[in-house]
């Protein structure tokens, strides 16, 4: 099988993550081997039933075989969805519970999400605080502007502890932006955390 062939050979000695992306369009379920290969058979004429099942079926086989291997991170995009130039911000409350869902099946494998939906960071948090094989990661692509890193900064901080949030993700395609954007960052945490010792959060 190609996936069997796929995860063979990916070299996790020299890997710590994945970098994929789950599409809030999909219908995530657990797909049975039947209902697979009746999917397959109408291969010539499938539609949005079976592009579910395909991407399902896959995509518990891959998180299964990584699982048993151990040692690294699924790390995913979630929340930008496809538009004719770029993408949108665009999630559903139904697709929210089915990657809790998805997490809490492999709870020997860890997780990690990068959000591109600010109003999903709260939904993320209260999964985080029960699942712990899941991380949450920067302030990716539609939530990386200052008064949204502040909102998503001060709902982890008050939710999460230091070991379920990772404080930067660039996602740059230069070194020049990454170090813009890691100057965003700090800024915008300086506020956060001022704030908090104003408000006797932090001493």
């Known amino acids: 099988m190609a996936l069997d062939h796929y995860v063979t050979h990916i070299p996790y000695a020299e890997l710590l993550s994945t970098a ?5 369009d999909l219908n995530l379920e657990v797909v049975s081997d039947d209902v697979m290969a009746q999917a397959v058979a109408r291969r010539d004429h499938a539609g949005l039933r079976e592009r579910d099942v395909y ?8 998180l299964s075989a990584l699982e048993k291997r151990g040692g690294i991170v699924f790390q995913f995009s979630y929340a930008a969805e496809p538009l004719p130039f770029e993408t949108g911000s665009r999630i559903s409350n139904r697709s929210i519970a089915q990657v809790a869902e ?10 990690a999400a990068f959000l591109a939906s600010r109003h999903a ?8 605080r029960e699942l712990p094989n899941l991380s949450l990661v920067g302030y990716w692509w539609h939530n990386f502007f200052p008064s949204t890193i502040r909102q998503v900064m001060e709902e982890r901080l008050d939710m999460l502890p230091a070991n379920k949030q990772i404080g930067f993700f660039s996602d740059a395609y ?3 932006w990454s170090y813009a954007k890691a100057k965003m960052v700090l800024n915008q945490l300086a506020i956060v955390l001022a704030q908090k010792v104003a408000q006797g959060h932090v001493v």
């Open 102 to 111: 998805m997490i809490a099946r492999h709870p020997k494998l860890s997780f």
């Open 55 to 62: 991407a399902s079926y896959l995509n518990e086989a891959l």
């Open 174 to 176: 230069c070194a020049e």
């Open 20 to 24: 994929t992306t789950i599409s809030t």
């Open 121 to 128: 960071n709260q939904a993320f948090c209260t999964f985080c």
